[in-house]
């Protein structure tokens, strides 16, 4: 049998060292045609020498010499810059896993659609910035688009398509992160090393900061509605603090259908790349006698403003989407920067989203310029109330 050939986008990150880590345990199954990162030379030459990547990209020009350099005599090819990472996802791959972080990664992940790579994407933001854009671009291509983030990939697991008339909600679990049972002092003092604390999940931090003000999940939300055929009103975010039950399902008959593992991004992504088969994955495995307990509680849209947010973006539509990412993006830099509180984090999101709205700035984007445009937009009015704080 021939060997898929994969692309990773952010090969130097949580989930693209997974990703890696998966596929050179599997070197019969998996090729490495192409690994991209930002700026991490040292890191990306040494995941290509070890996987035996063809070809790597790095977007900052310059650490290309620094990445040459680390290449010398092994004969992989090498790129730099923002258009060669364009070009290079314009090739077809049998399946390019998208994870680099933010909204950079929408537009190599809508190329490699159009080019008609199926994608195993954990890069949330390319359909909570343009989820009908991507849709619209997989239905054309014919091309399957697999979910990586975890509650995703349960829900998928567990979704009966040829059922999905009978299906009542879905229900999409949080951890709460370092700030479940946290008081608002505690979360108003609380800097990046308390936020960056994650109970259960090690992750890059920009998304472990996104867990602590529960944005993750509100991003989580609308991803959801992208992903599967359901309405606004049929998706529900429980508090899981185990971080075991990734995602569940509810169906007409009362059966409630939950897919479980251990918080390991290894198990969705190994459930990607091998789709519709599935493929060993060496590590823990859940012992429910040792466990004994698990608990699920409704989250607090006082202290966690973003899970009341969420629902007035999503009636918004895409553009909203957008401005929410972009605003958000920022907020993160200052607060790891400590520039700004955390609390303000989601402050100066709302703030960006009320000032955007009310400008008219916020309307349906239908091409991915405009998507641009309004994350642009976004990011300059979240620097402005940043500065202004
Ligand atoms: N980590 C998780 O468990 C998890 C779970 C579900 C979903 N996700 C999603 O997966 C994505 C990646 O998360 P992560 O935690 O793996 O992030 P991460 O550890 O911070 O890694 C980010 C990766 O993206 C690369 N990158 C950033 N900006 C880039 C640019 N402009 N061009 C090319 N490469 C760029 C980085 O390269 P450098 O190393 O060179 O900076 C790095 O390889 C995010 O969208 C996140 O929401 C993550």
């Known amino acids: 049998m021939s060997r898929q050939k994969i692309a990773v986008l952010g090969a130097t990150g949580s989930i693209g060292q997974s990703t890696l880590d998966l596929i050179s345990r599997n070197p019969e199954s998996y090729e490495v045609g192409l ?8 890191a990306l030459a040494d995941a290509a020498l070890a996987v035996g990547a063809q070809h790597v990209v790095i977007n900052d020009e310059s650490k290309f010499a620094e990445l040459k350099a680390r290449l010398d005599g092994s004969g992989i090819g090498a790129a730099a810059g923002r258009q060669a990472v364009l070009d290079w996802c314009r090739e077809p791959f049998d399946m390019l896993v998208s994870a680099m972080v933010g909204a950079a990664g929408l537009e190599p992940t809508y190329s490699a659609i159009n080019a008609g790579s199926n994608v195993a994407l954990a890069n949330k933001e390319s359909l909570v910035c343009a989820g009908r854009l991507v849709r619209g671009a997989v239905q054309k291509a014919g091309t399957a688009l697999l979910p990586v983030d975890s509650e995703h990939n349960a829900i998928f697991q567990v979704f009966e398509h040829d059922n999905a008339d009978q299906i009542e909600k879905i229900i999409v679990t949080a951890s709460g992160g370092p700030f479940r049972t946290a008081s608002f002092e505690t979360m108003k003092k609380a800097g990046p090393a308390e936020a960056l604390r994650h109970p259960n999940w090690e992750m890059g931090s920009r998304i472990t900061i996104d867990s602590a003000t529960m944005m993750n999940k509100a991003f989580e939300v609308i991803e ?10 049929q998706i529900e975010v429980l508090v899981h603090p185990q971080s075991l039950v990734h995602g569940m399902v509810q169906y007409s008959d009362g059966s409630l259908l939950a897919q479980m593992g251990p918080a ?12 519709p088969k599935r493929m060993p994955v060496e590590g823990q495995r859940l012992d429910l006698a040792t466990i004994g307990q698990l608990t699920f509680e409704r989250p607090d849209p006082e202290r966690f403003p973003s899970m009341r947010l969420v629902w007035d973006v999503i009636e918004q539509g895409d553009g909203a989407g957008t401005a929410f990412n972009g605003a958000d993006e920022v907020a993160v830099a200052a607060f790891l920067k400590e520039e700004i509180g955390f609390l303000d984090i989601v402050g100066v999101v709302e703030d960006t989203l009320v000032r955007l709205n ?14 641009l445009h309004i994350d642009g937009e976004a990011r300059r009015v979240a620097r402005e109330f940043i500065e202004a704080l």
């Open 224 to 233: 959801s509605l992208h992903l599967f055929p359901v309405e606004t009103r």
């Open 264 to 275: 390991d991004m290894r198990v969705p992504i190994a459930h990607c790349l091998a789709y």
């Open 35 to 42: 690994l991209v990162a930002n700026s991490n030379a040292q």
């Open 358 to 371: 009310g400008q008219g700035l916020l309307a349906q984007p239908s091409t991915l310029a405009d998507v």
